[in-house]
């Protein structure tokens, strides 16, 4: 069996009176003093068995992919925007893009950072993507 004390706080106003006259507000509040407390503890620290339908070990249930894959992954295709897209020059796009609504902007976006990635037509695409904001 363990004992275990536990400190006392008292307030400030009680501190403040000085060891006598907070002697007399504890006797006051019964006068008992702190009793030390039993505390059990378990024989053993050891962690309690687990239960029988708990293995240990993983077992794979079920395995699912395409022969010749060689990692996990999600595999994503951007079509063109529109007909005739990659035959469309830079100028010919950012042309449409100024008058395009705002989600052929983010679908020429998209298609391009995935596929051809030209600067002057992402440019057309981000400047007709600010036009939102205002």
Do not use: F
């Not at 993983?58 to 992919?65: D, E, I, N, Q």
């Amino acid at each position: 069996m363990s004992v275990i004390t536990l400190p006392v706080r008292l307030s400030a106003a009680v501190v403040g009176l000085g060891w006598k006259a907070a002697r007399g507000v504890l006797s006051d509040l019964g006068g008992r003093q702190a009793q030390p407390v039993p505390v059990r503890r378990p024989a053993s620290h050891e962690p309690p068995p687990a239960p029988p339908h708990v293995s240990e070990q993983a077992v794979t249930v079920a395995t699912s992919a395409e022969p010749g894959i060689a990692s996990v992954g999600a595999e994503v295709s951007i079509a063109e925007p529109c007909d005739g897209y990659d035959r469309m020059t830079v100028s010919e796009i950012a042309r449409q893009l100024s008058a395009a609504p705002i989600e052929a902007a983010m679908a020429v976006r998209l298609y391009e950072l995935a596929d051809r990635n030209r600067s002057g037509v992402l440019g057309a695409a981000e400047r007709r993507l600010r036009t939102v904001d205002r």
